[in-house]
């Protein structure tokens, strides 16, 4: 079955700090792939999405490009601030219209 | 326009008890998707549902859970008897339509058994 791997956390930076949070998939077929983030005490917000190989998503600082030769969706952000604090979720989107989620990566960004 | 809403926030049971869950969906939206979080784990989907019709329930355990979405009124996930391992993060989501839309989440129901 279809499953997604991100790196484990808790990644602590400086702030200004670049960001890189690894995520990997293994499905079958064509997936869509999401960047979801978990504010402490909240539900999950879109971040960013990628509906087909080579397309790059990015909103508010970050980024990530659809890698279908590596089955990566890695999300990079070049400058982090405190405010980006949270909890990180990768997830794929296949054929039956469900989401597949990656365990999450905790971020803490230090001052 | 509000977003997806889910009450109650914060659950209590003891062993034994019933669970009823509620989420309304985003206006307009017709599907509806329930993942539960366990503690420091990511979410595993559920169930996912239609106005009376349950599409996929492959993530739903067999027994005790149950999920439903009426023609009027929000849609409904129930634990009955729920036990210790019950406690979690349950959170919905709606879609406007099916392939190609963004599901957009609630704040969940966090759910405590005594």
């Known amino acids: 079955g279809d499953s997604v791997t991100q790196m484990e956390g808790p990644v602590t930076l400086s702030e200004e700090a670049f960001l890189t949070i690894n995520c990997t998939y293994t499905?079958?077929?064509?997936?869509?792939l999401f960047w979801y983030v978990q504010y402490p005490g909240e539900g999950l917000q879109l971040l960013l999405k990628?509906?087909?190989?080579?397309d790059k998503g990015s909103n508010k600082g970050f980024e990530a490009t659809y890698r279908k030769e590596t089955t990566s969706f890695h999300l990079e952000k070049g400058s982090v601030q405190v405010s980006d604090s949270a909890v990180y979720f990768c997830?794929?989107?296949?054929?039956?219209?469900?989401?597949?989620f990656g365990g999450g990566t905790r971020l803490m960004v230090k001052p | 326009n509000a977003g997806v809403m889910q009450n109650p926030r914060h659950l209590v049971r003891r062993r034994g008890q019933e669970a009823r869950l509620r989420c309304s969906p985003m206006?307009?939206?017709?599907?509806v998707y329930w993942y539960r979080q366990l503690p420091e784990e990511g979410l595993k989907f559920m169930v996912y549902?239609?106005?009376?019709?349950?599409?996929?329930e492959s993530g739903m355990p067999k027994e005790r859970f149950s999920a439903e979405f009426p023609k009027e009124g929000p849609s409904i996930l129930r634990i009955q008897q729920v036990v210790r391992g019950d406690s979690a993060a349950y959170f919905c989501?709606?879609?406007?339509?099916?392939?190609?839309?963004?599901?957009?989440f609630g704040a969940g129901t966090r759910l405590s058994v005594l």
């Open positions: 989501a709606s879609s406007l339509g099916q392939a190609g839309n963004i599901q957009y």
């Open positions: 499905a079958t077929g064509y997936p869509s």
């Open positions: 990628a509906t087909k190989a080579d």
């Open positions: 997830a794929l989107r296949n054929a039956g219209n469900m989401l597949t």
């Open positions: 206006k307009g939206h017709s599907h």
């Open positions: 549902l239609q106005k009376e019709n349950i599409i996929d």
